[in-house]
């Protein structure tokens, strides 16, 4: 297992994350999954025993199970360097300051989750999504107490766009408070957007990546195809949304065809990719099944030649969504692979 530093900060974290969401399967979750105890302990022996050291869950997954799930299969003892990840904004009851950003939720959140995860420190603690009505001043001077007490040690921001993400770095560089060292966002050879602003941001501005749902909700995986949908779609589950069905499955087909050369899996090939990009600190990894895991594990070591990158690159290159001049930034001298810069024709 490869390990990598997390943005500016000195902490190293395993190239692939174990994410928790399908513990529990409580209310809305039950589409993704319904992991119980005793397969929670096993897979977390498995990721741990593989060299992962960071673990992922929000209070929102099934209403708090999934971290009481981990507290519980840890024993309030962390194994060996085994780093927690959690993350509030979500509501998760039915009082108006139930949901949000607001220095009451964020701490109340986070001390309710340090209870159910059985533990004095969450490592990272992730803004789970933009919270329009809260000042971000709020937020962040909320964030700074809990690193202050002792009881948060990095922060982070998930699915903010861009100048959402660099309001909130300026507000803690002016009020000299916690930067965030990471986001985590949805990043996958069908979904590219975030090569436009949050790839080239995170690399000015030091920020790690993480990626949740690296396989688009299992349609990257080599097990679907045209006629066979997945069955988080089946029973309603619309997280990611495809926009494009024709391109997600030549996609597939180019994954599929990368990972027979290989002798592996589709779904290796498409996290190996991600792997190779810019500014990618780790892939936030999740299964059903122990099979799954060992599957997505095995990921960490395969090796795409140039060949092959340049294929998938090709297959599911994005369409041009702004002008050429606001692509202008992303020069291989400030960015890297030239493949992420745009020609006036989009090419």
């Given at each position: 297992?490869?390990?990598?530093?997390?943005g500016?900060?000195?902490l190293?974290?395993?190239?692939?994350?174990?994410?928790?969401?399908?513990?529990?399967?409580?209310?809305?979750?039950?589409?993704?999954?319904?992991?119980?105890?005793?397969?929670?302990?096993?897979?977390?022996?498995?990721?741990?025993?593989?060299g992962?050291?960071l673990?992922?869950?929000?209070?929102?997954?099934?209403?708090?199970?999934?971290?009481?799930?981990?507290?519980?299969?840890?024993?309030?003892?962390?194994?060996?360097?085994v780093?927690?990840?959690?993350k509030?904004r979500?509501?998760?009851?039915?009082?108006?300051?139930?949901?949000?950003?607001?220095?009451?939720?964020?701490?109340?959140?986070?001390?309710k989750s340090?209870?159910?995860?059985?533990?004095?420190?969450?490592?990272?603690?992730?803004?789970?999504?933009?919270?329009?009505?809260?000042?971000?001043?709020?937020?962040?001077?909320?964030?700074?107490?809990?690193?202050?007490?002792?009881?948060?040690?990095?922060?982070?921001?998930?699915?903010?766009?861009?100048w959402?993400?660099?309001?909130?770095?300026?507000?803690?560089?002016?009020?000299?408070?916690?930067?965030?060292?990471?986001?985590?966002i949805?990043?996958t050879?069908?979904?590219?957007?975030?090569?436009?602003?949050?790839?080239?941001?995170?690399?000015?501005?030091?920020?790690?990546v993480?990626?949740?749902?690296?396989?688009?909700?299992?349609l990257l995986?080599?097990?679907y195809?045209?006629?066979?949908?997945?069955a988080r779609?089946?029973?309603?589950w619309?997280?990611?949304?495809?926009?494009?069905?024709?391109?997600?499955?030549?996609?597939?087909?180019?994954?599929?065809?990368?990972?027979?050369?290989?002798?592996?899996?589709?779904?290796?090939?498409?996290?190996?990719?991600?792997?190779?990009?810019?500014?990618?600190?780790?892939?936030?990894?999740?299964?059903?099944?122990?099979?799954?895991?060992?599957d997505?594990?095995?990921?960490a070591?395969?090796?795409?030649?140039?060949?092959?990158?340049?294929?998938?690159?090709?297959?599911?290159?994005?369409?041009?969504?702004?002008?050429?001049?606001?692509?202008?930034?992303?020069?291989?001298?400030?960015?890297?692979?030239?493949?992420?810069?745009?020609?006036r024709?989009?090419?």
């Open positions: 297992m490869e390990y990598r530093t997390l500016r900060s000195g190293k974290v395993s190239t692939l994350t174990m994410g928790t969401m399908t513990f529990g399967g409580a209310g809305a979750f039950s589409a993704v999954g319904k992991t119980d105890l005793d397969e929670a302990r096993r897979m977390i022996d498995l990721c741990i025993g593989s992962i050291n673990i992922d869950t929000a209070n929102v997954y099934s209403n708090g199970l999934s971290e009481e799930i981990i507290g519980e299969a840890l024993g309030g003892k962390r194994k060996g360097d780093l927690i990840a959690s509030a979500m509501r998760i009851g039915d009082g108006p300051n139930d949901e949000g950003l607001s220095r009451y939720h964020l701490i109340r959140e986070c001390e340090l209870k159910r995860l059985r533990t004095d420190v969450i490592d990272i603690y992730f803004l789970h999504e933009w919270d329009g009505t809260t000042p971000l001043e709020e937020t962040i001077a909320a964030l700074d107490t809990l690193v202050s007490q002792g009881k948060v040690r990095y922060v982070g921001c998930s699915n903010y766009s861009g959402q993400v660099m309001k909130a770095l300026g507000i803690s560089d002016r009020q000299h408070q916690p930067r965030f060292v990471t986001q985590q949805h990043y050879l069908e979904a590219r957007e975030a090569e436009y602003e949050l790839l080239p941001i995170s690399v000015d501005q030091g920020l790690g993480l990626v949740w749902s690296p396989l688009a909700g299992g995986s080599g097990k195809n045209r006629d066979q949908a997945t779609q089946l029973s309603g619309s997280e990611p949304p495809i926009r494009d069905e024709d391109r997600l499955w030549r996609i597939v087909d180019v994954l599929a065809y990368i990972g027979n050369n290989h002798g592996v899996s589709a779904a290796q090939v498409a996290l190996a990719w991600l792997l190779g990009r810019p500014a990618i600190s780790s892939l936030v990894i999740g299964g059903r099944t122990e099979a799954q895991f060992k997505n594990i095995a990921a070591s395969l090796v795409l030649t140039s060949d092959e990158r340049a294929r998938l690159d090709a297959v599911s290159r994005p369409p041009v969504l702004y002008p050429y001049w606001h692509q202008q930034f992303t020069a291989k001298d400030r960015f890297g692979p030239a493949d992420l810069v745009l020609d024709e989009g090419v």
